[in-house]
């Protein structure tokens, strides 16, 4: 097998629930070995948010495959002497603490760039480490209300929570590409660059199309469901059938394409309510209402047919179930099979292809599983493990 991208990297990881695991899941994925330092007994919480997959939370089946578990009571000190021998040899140290705890334990970015010189810090927090909120704890909605995405999720009458965690898969991202940032700059220069990424920067950062439109136009753009804010047409309309079918206009000739041929009104492309993309929008109402009555006259099936024969991106709005056995995911073939304790489940390559570079998808691990071997690795024999577990230390 053609060695991984990142062979040879090892990741040490004091993480919890999902921002950091899905940073260090991705770092994993291109074959850095990622140790995760988990809470003796019960582990990373997020082991506990549900039972679904075989009894394991589907958001830790998700984002801790390929990595090993070792559990420290890093309050004992003799846990802590455990992870900071790990540390001597690590590239990378990945954490998302509760703010101040690292810290408290000696882990800050500071302290740890001064012990360990070749050591790549990453710290992942709520609000960042400095300012008014570094010491507030933050979690994945509050962030969405924090940064105004709440605000724009949802129907004019209610707001809505963005159904999949966010935040915390932004922040996750952005620790992933600055530590791939950091290892390069190591490599190449022999500089070493702790990064910071906090959870609210990281979504704001992709809150910059709708702050713009603010700051510059007055006031923000509507909640309009599955409609968009900025473009008309673009959303679900309900098919005869009742089953809902989307489509967007994103130029003027696929604007007349639509007038000419699906809707049967070449003269709309003349309409001055319709004639550019702005008009459309401030007449959204009325668009609407021609292109609902035009939708209502045909089946899904019909609809998205016409549809893409005259070149309009279209489709269907699937439920979960559909995405499942999205034709699309069955032909690329992908889907692999992961171990999770006591059972396999079906998970998804990771989306970036490297060519002739093979996916590493690994096992899902059981609380501590990998703590006995890393520790004799470490030196240490059966009576010393054996007092640490006695302890509870790990």
Known sequence: MRKLPLSGVTVVSVEQAVAAPYATRQLADLGARVIKVERPGEGDFARRYDTTVHGHSSYFVWINRSKESLTLDLKDPRGLAVLRRLLEDADVFVQNLAPGAA???????????????????????GYGTSGPWADRKAYDLLMQCQTGLVSLTGTPEETARTGISVADIAAGMYAYSGVLTALYTRATTGTVHPVEVSLFEALAEWMGQPAYYTRYGGSQPPRLGTQHATIAPYGTYRAADGRDVLFSIQNEREWAALCARFLGRPELTGDPRFATGSERVAHREELN????????????????GELEA???????????????????????????????????????????DLAGVPARMDPVPAVGEHTEAILRELGHDADAIGALRADSVI
Not at 106 to 122: K, N, V, W
Not at 312 to 329: K, M, R, S
Not at 333 to 343: C, L, S, T, Y
């Open 310 to 352: 005259i070149g309009i991106a279209c489709a269907g709005v699937n439920d979960i179930g559909a995405f499942l056995d999205h034709p699309v995911l069955a032909a690329r073939d992908r889907w692999r099979e992961v171990a999770v304790p006591g059972a396999t489940v079906e998970a998804l390559l990771p989306p970036a």
């Open 289 to 304: 209402a021609i292109v609902a009555e035009r939708c209502a006259r045909g089946d899904a099936a019909e609809l998205l």
């Open 103 to 125: 810290d408290r334990l000696g882990l800050g970015a500071g302290e740890l760039s001064d012990r360990y010189p070749r050591l790549i810090p990453c710290t992942i927090s």
